[in-house]
């Protein structure tokens, strides 16, 4: 079912996936707020507690590949609607939840749902607009993750005070059921891609091969700090997923009709396009990561102070998500790629030079120039990357541009983790970020403070290699050309 709108389709479109994108960004971040509450509530360690995200995020991880891939197969519609069901119930059932395993429980079955949507949402708003509008269309949707990524606190901070944590997860639940509606009776199947029709030919064994091989990864990145890097389970952890990865690649290049298509790494803008998409998010998710820390245990700020501060930073990829992508469609990607990074690097050497006795204003300039320049960056270069893609592989690209974004994001946490954590070390305090608070020794801050600096100089140095990349991958893929890449078998 769907009602017709005209030339005005594709906004109304873009509308009704937009509620949809904003329900499941902004739960994420409705979620951490909850968690202390949680503990609480069901009278359990944080540790415990935190894998009503880890799970999530786990499984969210895990299918984005296999999903985005269905869609491809079946219809993205129908994958998409089916998806917001599944989260919409995981809701439900979590705020229902009556104990903490429960909630785990919700949750990662949310996360299949959350999974579907995501490996979808992209292919579904690329696919909507012509294109010579897809940097517009792409900057829209990242205006739609920053106004989630934003909200999600705040809205998640106010159901708490007014009512209590399971309010956050009925809140989603309500926005899941809307986004089904909305859907259903706006969002035409025709027009965001028509399915291949072959489910004979879906992939189980690749899509087995890369599960396996991303649950291992995220188990390693997540545990490696807890249990030490050198641990023997988290070193078989990422053996088994460098292992699951060589036979999933050996077996993609093989397989009559794989999950994902290795062929297109032969392509240079896809391959250079993708890579400085990675090491963007490896640079710059240090920086969401470790400013917290910085801004409450150094300058003692309460933690509604810093979310006020950083929805300055945060507003930046608001902004030049759209503005960005629709000026690229213009005037081509490579100035907005390359120059994006090149102020994601200076904001980065802006943070590396704080010290105890900084000002906030300094970490708030170093903030908003990397928010600035990932917000500038991202639609274009996505938008360069599916120029190359045909249009029946839109699905599963999506699902795996998504996946680029969740490595790159872990990769970048547990790298800038070790680093300071080193820091410390070799100044003779504990090895954990558990140990920096406002209270903390006058020279374990020190420490803290100078491995920050130490990581956020290494993260610049993964942020020049990202911008080498965008000068390399060459230009798109000029629309009227695409016509023909699209019908090329």
């Known amino acids: 079912m769907n009602l017709s709108f005209g030339s005005n389709y594709r906004w109304w479109a873009f509308g009704a996936m937009a509620v949809g994108l904003f329900a499941s960004v902004s739960d994420h971040g409705s979620v951490v707020v909850a968690l202390p509450s949680i503990s609480n509530h069901f009278d359990t360690d944080l540790p415990t507690t935190q894998w009503v995200l880890i799970g999530y995020a786990l499984t969210i991880s895990a299918l984005l590949l296999p999903m985005g891939r269905m869609a491809d197969i079946v219809g993205r519609k129908q994958v998409y609607v089916l998806g917001f069901v599944i989260f919409t119930v995981g809701a439900l059932a979590a705020g229902l939840s009556p104990s903490v395993e429960a909630l785990i429980a919700s949750k990662i079955f949310q996360g299949v749902g959350?999974?579907?949507?995501?490996?979808?949402?992209?292919?579904?708003?690329?696919?909507?607009?012509?294109?010579?509008?897809?940097?517009?269309?792409?900057?829209?949707?990242?205006?739609?993750?920053?106004?989630?990524?934003?909200?999600?606190?705040?809205?998640?901070?106010?159901?708490?005070?007014?009512?209590?944590?399971?309010?956050?997860?009925?809140?989603?639940?309500?926005?899941?059921?809307?986004?089904?509606?909305?859907?259903?009776?706006?969002?035409?199947?025709?027009?965001?891609?028509?399915?291949?029709?072959?489910?004979?030919?879906?992939?189980?064994?690749?899509?087995?091969?890369?599960?396996?091989a991303m649950v291992s990864f995220?188990?390693?990145?997540?545990?490696?700090?807890?249990?030490?890097?050198?641990?023997?389970?988290i070193l078989g952890a990422l053996g088994s997923s460098i292992a699951l990865m060589i036979v999933f690649v050996w077996w993609e290049l093989r397989a009559p009709s794989p999950i994902m298509d290795m062929r297109l790494f032969k392509r240079r803008l896809f391959t250079f396009g993708v890579s400085a998409s990675y090491l963007s998010f490896v640079g710059m998710s240090s920086v969401r990561f470790l400013m917290p820390f910085y801004l409450q245990a150094v300058l003692g700020f309460s933690p509604f102070q810093v979310g006020l501060m950083i929805v300055p930073s945060a507003s930046m990829m608001i902004i030049m998500g759209p503005l960005s992508g629709r000026l690229s469609d213009r005037f081509g990607v490579r100035l907005f790629t390359m120059g994006g990074m090149a102020v994601t690097m200076s904001g980065l050497i802006v943070l590396s030079t704080l010290t105890p006795s900084?000002?906030?204003?300094?970490?708030?300039?170093?903030?908003?120039?990397?928010?600035?320049?990932?917000?500038?960056f991202n639609a274009p270069n996505n938008s360069s990357i599916l120029s190359v893609v045909e249009q029946s592989k839109y699905g599963v690209i999506s699902g795996f541009l998504n996946l680029v974004r969740n490595s790159g994001n872990l990769t970048s946490i547990a790298v800038a983790?070790?680093?300071?954590?080193?820091?410390?070390?070799?100044?003779?305090?504990?090895?954990?970020?558990?140990?920096?608070?406002?209270?903390?020794?006058?020279?374990?801050?020190?420490?803290?403070?100078?491995?920050?600096?130490?990581?956020?100089?290494?993260?610049?140095?993964?942020?020049?290699?990202?911008?080498?990349?965008?000068?390399?991958?060459?230009?798109?893929?000029?629309?009227?050309?695409?016509?023909?890449?699209?019908?090329?078998?």
């Open 114 to 212: 959350a999974a579907m949507t995501q490996g979808t949402s992209m292919a579904m708003v690329v696919s909507t607009f012509p294109p010579e509008q897809r940097g517009k269309a792409l900057g829209l949707q990242m205006s739609m993750v920053g106004l989630g990524g934003v909200a999600g606190p705040a809205v998640g901070g106010f159901l708490i005070g007014v009512a209590d944590w399971r309010w956050v997860f009925f809140g989603a639940s309500i926005m899941g059921a809307v986004s089904v509606l909305a859907a259903i009776i706006i969002i035409d199947s025709k027009q965001v891609g028509q399915p291949t029709g072959d489910r004979e030919a879906f992939d189980w064994l690749g899509a087995a091969l890369s599960t396996g």
């Open 218 to 233: 995220l188990l390693g990145m997540t545990g490696g700090q807890r249990l030490g890097w050198l641990s023997p389970l």
């Open 358 to 376: 900084s000002s906030f204003i300094l970490a708030m300039v170093g903030m908003t120039m990397q928010s600035f320049g990932i917000g500038t």
């Open 417 to 489: 983790t070790v680093i300071v954590t080193a820091s410390m070390a070799s100044m003779g305090y504990p090895p954990s970020l558990a140990e920096v608070s406002v209270d903390s020794d006058p020279g374990l801050i020190a420490a803290f403070t100078s491995g920050l600096s130490l990581a956020f100089r290494f993260m610049s140095g993964f942020i020049f290699i990202a911008i080498v990349a965008s000068y390399f991958k060459g230009n798109p893929i000029p629309p009227e050309k695409e016509i023909v890449l699209q019908e090329q078998p």
